[in-house]
């Protein structure tokens, strides 16, 4: 009997910590694409590092999801680890052999049958607005000063320096403190008058939020008593969980009860106030690591943590996520991951927004302009600060899904680049009809509003091209990513237009020298 029980334990034991691996060969000229949007600039896939996506998501949005050129592609419904090397894509899963799936021949094929098949679009979009028109945070100008001073300050330069209002976003440090739902009454005396005159220039207002929860406040008792919080690992005891910005408590989201207490909290809150939605901030999985920590429902570690924290976002149609977990299809705002204020940075917008678009994340802002590292823009002003480089950044915001700003623009720029600046401000509200048709497209279909050029070109040489895009249908976009006013141009069989008006012969690269500050380059096929 002893003997018969041993083998059992062993048994479970082996079932446990069961690993399934999978080798996949690639297939000549074969590329791949997916998994995680912060590796974009490594998209189609080489060498990559080993991919963790239980807990790596990259400070991005993360899905178990890698597609072809080839008609074939990956998805899992749970996390799993992956590396390309040597001409295979070895993967490692905890529930089961992972396999490829064929559908179709090409990227855009096989990614739109992989999306009806695992994230299939709600049929919902974020409120127009989002795509319509430029959106402005207050981190870069108040960092952890938030105050309401400060706040009409900012938005009141919007509209003197001829920009147009849109979503203001209010970040850290509004409330009194972590968990708590109130205005710190010291630097922010009148919020519903706050409220009332940001409405009145015509921006609609989103707060920044987390699921933590200071310790030993009022809330975190309460929470506690309740049994809501995360707990430390074999303790019984709230888990103080490191991130960013300390030490603190969490939500434990897995838990029903606490997940209908924070959006009723949430709720009573945006009502009285008038507030039109939140910022989702800190839901990154390595975080929520089950080495450290036991959550209700004994499984939503990492990820599912995070995913629990973007379903809660669906409630609120102003909303924007920088961490996420699948949720390809619904109608989530995401944004890329801090940038810095540099040229090599500004390289990284395109791949990784057609990354995220790959990922199902039609609905995806690229960072703040000119960056969200705040200390690249601490004591600067326009005699030392490389101005051709905001303009530049804004440029390639303005023909994307979204637009944000953050550092203001009048702070550190001379009129004549301060001009520039809004003038591709207003370019991207004169598109705002026409990426609002393609977010309905992208509610209905899948489809990616920005698109890779080897999506919608196959066959045409275009798999490795990572500085160049399509928007929607119409528009080959081409901006300028170095300090060199100068770029080549791969031009898609076919005849084109220039934003200028000279036509082009496609199925040709070309070299385009001097380009002015002033000019944003795209091109239109001539049918």
């Known amino acids: 009997m002893k003997k018969i029980l041993f083998f059992i334990l062993i048994s479970l034991s082996i079932n446990l910590n069961a690993q399934y691996i999978s080798d996949i060969d690639i297939l000549p000229d074969e590329k791949w694409w997916g998994g995680a949007t912060k590796q974009g600039s490594h998209m189609p896939y080489g060498i990559s590092p080993v991919i ?56 855009r094929e096989t990614y739109l049958a992989a999306c009806k098949a695992h994230f299939n679009p709600s049929g919902e979009i974020p409120p ?61 005396p009148e919020p519903e008058t706050l409220m009332n005159e940001l409405h009145a220039m015509g921006f609609k207002v989103m707060l920044w939020i987390c699921p933590f929860v200071s310790p030993d406040s009022r809330e975190f008792r309460y929470l506690k008593s309740k049994g809501y919080l995360i707990k430390r690992k074999g303790s019984g005891e709230p888990a103080l969980i490191r991130w960013w910005n300390g030490y603190s408590a969490c939500y434990d989201l897995s838990n029903p009860q606490a997940y209908n207490s924070l959006l009723s909290t949430l709720n009573n809150f945006s009502k009285e106030y008038n507030v039109d939605g939140f910022k989702f901030d800190a839901g990154d999985a390595k975080m929520y690591n089950e080495e450290y920590i036991d959550v209700y429902d004994g499984k939503s570690y990492g990820v599912y943590q995070s995913e629990l924290w973007a379903k809660m976002g669906l409630e609120f149609p102003y909303n924007e996520y920088r961490a996420c977990w699948k949720m390809g299809g619904q109608a989530l705002v995401q944004r890329l991951h801090d940038k810095t204020y540099s040229w090599r940075d500004i390289r990284l917008l395109i791949p990784d927004m057609l990354a995220a678009g790959l990922l199902g994340h039609a609905y995806t802002c690229p960072d703040m302009i000119g960056g969200g590292e705040y200390s690249s823009f601490l004591n600067v002003d326009s005699d030392s600060f490389d101005q051709q480089l905001i303009v530049r950044s804004c440029q390639i915001h303005a023909m994307m899904p ?100 000279k036509t082009y012969k496609g199925g040709k690269e070309y070299t385009f020298m001097d380009i002015p500050l002033e000019r944003l380059p795209w091109f239109e096929k001539i049918k």
């Open 402 to 501: 979204m637009m944000q700003f953050s550092v203001a623009p009048w702070r550190i720029l001379d009129k004549k680049h301060l001009d520039i600046c809004v003038k591709f401000a207003k370019h991207h509200e004169a598109l705002g009809d026409y990426i609002l048709s393609y977010a309905k497209i992208a509610s209905e279909t899948g489809e990616p509003i920005m698109r890779h050029m080897e999506y919608s070109f196959p066959g045409e040489g275009f798999e490795e091209c990572r500085d160049q895009f399509m928007l929607g249908d119409k528009y080959l976009v081409a901006p300028v990513v170095t300090k060199e006013n100068t770029r080549s141009v791969k031009l898609p069989k076919g005849k084109w237009l220039d934003d200028e008006g």
């Open 52 to 107: 963790d996506l239980q807990y790596d998501n990259f400070d991005n949005q993360t899905s178990p999801f890698l597609v072809s050129n080839k008609g074939r592609y990956i998805w899992s419904d749970s996390p799993f680890t992956y590396r390309f090397k040597d001409n295979n894509i070895h993967i490692i899963s905890s529930t089961g052999p992972v396999r490829v799936s064929t559908a179709g021949n090409t990227l």
């Open 128 to 188: 127009h607005i989002l795509f319509k028109k430029p959106q402005y945070n207050t981190w870069i100008e108040l960092m952890y000063d938030q105050s309401q001073a400060g706040v009409l300050d900012y938005a009141r330069n919007i509209i003197a320096n001829g920009m147009p209002a849109g979503i203001l976003m209010i970040d850290d440090n509004w409330q009194k403190y972590y968990g708590n739902f109130e205005f710190k009454k010291e630097t922010f």
